[in-house]
DNA sequence: GTGGTCTAGACCACG
DNA sequence: GTGGTCTAGACCACT
């Protein structure tokens, strides 16, 4: 399904928003395209429905989803400038920003920054 | 103190940890200095000195002081090439490269990361 | 349970982290077994949970288990390769070592040693 | 004075009792010679008297030295018979067994324990 | 007075 | 019900 690894620190519901929200924002999933159902989630992956659920009603709180009862739960269009993308935009780069000054602290050079980013950058092309 | 105001979210002794190793990393605290001892961090901060002790151990497991049992908390030597040292930084770049990925999935352009970047870098000196 | 008698001297969490290690090392706890809940271990053992939990923590920081919050605490899978088991094997020869000089050095023949080790391993076939 | 490092978790008076036996065993320090006063080790190390005085006791209770009141501390006689050196040893070979038995359970080889007991040997000789 | 250990008991996020 | 965090307060070994 959607392949996570349950150790690791992080909550499960968690690790299954950032995975489902990379498969979205990646286009991987195309808008109004349907997300299989919690139960079944559920079920493949061994873990519990109301996990699941959370992280659905999370995905739909950030507007990458949205749920229609009695039907199931669908990928959201997103444009550049939807506001959804541009709040979580905003979010990952106050991330970032952290872990920048954490790296620097710890004595890595802007330099070999720059050239992590270079380097994920052509990975993806 | 070690002036910080206790936020929600993350735990106390995490962003107490945070604080002291910005402190010890700068070189604001030099190798050898005594650390304020537990007791009188906890009571100055209105934490418990068991929290304050889980920073402390925290620190020493990772190098960064060492603990005196009846005299004190020191701050270690750290030279370039301290294994402690190396390996804070390889997990400080992890954390760089995933908040990089997650940044670009998001939308954020390579070029905006290597500003940030440069905006942190000059901030600093 | 885990089945020791508390003795004075080494600390109750060190105790428990020898003997849970020793089961997970000799194979007498299965890979992903999971581990008896903190609280079922303090409440049989008669110790605090605090105390158990500390043992569980230093046996994730020594890769021996994992703890999934809300579900368990894990049996790590090791293989002989693993960092975990090197790091820790390296420790314990370090000790081995130490203890060997401070015999040789009581008078104690090296023969004897290598009799006494001789010894350890018929009993443990 | 007696060189050993103030880190290292063990307590300084035991440090300090392990290097003054192993200069007494080895035979480093002489039958009845006098050792320093505990005023000028204390002064010389750094430490407290309080300390020093704690490890020279313990010297004496088992054996290795004996005090003069107003005139100081002398090594005692040993003779491969002496009761100190028996009970000293048994209880390193008990510690060395505990070793022993320790890094098998890490999946150390009983030869290559063989191994470093030989290596332990040459060195000194 | 210092750090290390331990108890008793509480709350929270998560599943 | 589970592990993770935190408080309040105690005792101990060591300096």
Redesign the interface.
């Known amino acids: 399904m959607f392949s996570i690894n ?2 690791g620190g992080k ?1 499960i519901y968690e690790q299954l928003y ?1 995975r489902i ?2 498969l979205i ?2 286009g991987s999933m195309a808008p109004d395209e349907k997300l299989p159902p919690i139960r079944e989630v559920a079920k493949d992956m061994g873990i519990n429905p109301n996990t699941v659920q959370k992280t659905y009603q999370l995905l739909e709180q950030n507007g990458l989803i949205y749920s229609v009862p009695a039907k199931g739960s669908y990928v959201c269009k997103l444009t ?1 400038e939807s506001d959804a ?1 541009a709040s ?2 905003k979010k ?2 106050t ?14 050079s ?1 330099k ?3 050239e ?3 380097s ?2 052509e990975k ?1 092309q």
């Not at 991330?95 to 890595?108: D, L, M, R, Y």
């Open positions: 349950i150790q909550p950032t929200s990379e924002l990646s550049e993308l979580l935009r990952s780069i991330q970032f920003k952290e872990s920048a000054i954490n790296a620097i602290n710890h004595g890595v802007a070999t920054l720059h992590e980013i270079d994920i950058k993806q």
